[in-house]
Every structure is written in structure tokens, then in C-alpha cells.
Nanobody, 125 residues
Framework: QVQLVESGGALVQSGGSLRLSCVAS????????IGWSRQVPGKERERIAC????????KYTASVKGRFRLSLDSDKNTMYLQMNSLTPEDTGVYYC??????????????????WGQGTQVTVSS
């Protein structure tokens, strides 16, 4: 059974930093397209960071590029999202996710199909 378990969400002041973690069981993250999405109040869930399994390239949505960094520790089967220079607009529920199928794919070629339960990030002004 596949499980993705996030942790690290918290209340933080504007300008602060957080690191989210996502431990996987039942799959090897290194063999999948992986990443993070978030859902902010009143909006649809949005993919914000991704690693292509084909070439290891990182992709970020414009609103987080330069501030957030996705990483993978294959030995721990854990992915991380380092978030810096947080603003109140970053408030939302953050989900780690993977593609449904393992293999060598580009981020743009697949959708996320497996999700964690989400972790709340709240940034106060």
C-alpha cells in the first residue's frame, strides 16, 4: 500500500522559512515524477514544484521560483520542500504527490495521481 505522509506545516511570520517533509512507503520516490502542490483558500489545487524522473530537472511555478526548493533524499525515501521568504499569499494546505506510474517522464508530461493527506502552512503578516 502506497503512503505519502507530510509533516512540517506550521504558523510562521511573513519573511520566515519552513521545511516540509514527505516520507513515502510502498514506492521508491526516485522512480517517479514527484513534487508538491498547494491549495490556497478559494482556489484550485496548484502544482508548485516538480522533479522530472527522466532527467532530474526541477520545475517551479512562477510564484515560488527562487524562494522554494524541492529536494529528494533517496536513501530516506523522503522529499522535502524548503520554503523561504514566505508571504501571507503562501498560506494554504500543501500536498506532496507523485505520478501514478513509475518510469522516466518529464514533469510536463504527467499529472500527479498519488497524494499525501496535506499539511497546513499559515503565514501571518
Amino acid at each position: 500500500q502506497v503512503q505519502l505522509v507530510e509533516s512540517g506545516g506550521a504558523l510562521v511570520q511573513s519573511g520566515g522559512s519552513l521545511r516540509l517533509s514527505c516520507v513515502a512507503s510502498g514506492i521508491s520516490l526516485a522512480r517517479y515524477v514527484i513534487g508538491w502542490s498547494r491549495q490556497v483558500p478559494g482556489k484550485e489545487r496548484e502544482r508548485i514544484a516538480c522533479i522530472s524522473s527522466s532527467d532530474g530537472m526541477f520545475k517551479y511555478t512562477a510564484s515560488v521560483k527562487g524562494r522554494f526548493r524541492l529536494s529528494l533524499d533517496s536513501d530516506k525515501n523522503t522529499m522535502y520542500l524548503q520554503m523561504n521568504s514566505l508571504t501571507p499569499e503562501d498560506t494554504g494546505v500543501y500536498y506532496c504527490a507523485t505520478a501514478l506510474f513509475k518510469g522516466y517522464y518529464d514533469c510536463d508530461g504527467v499529472k500527479f495521481g498519488m497524494w499525501g493527506q496535506g499539511t497546513q502552512v499559515t503565514v501571518s503578516s
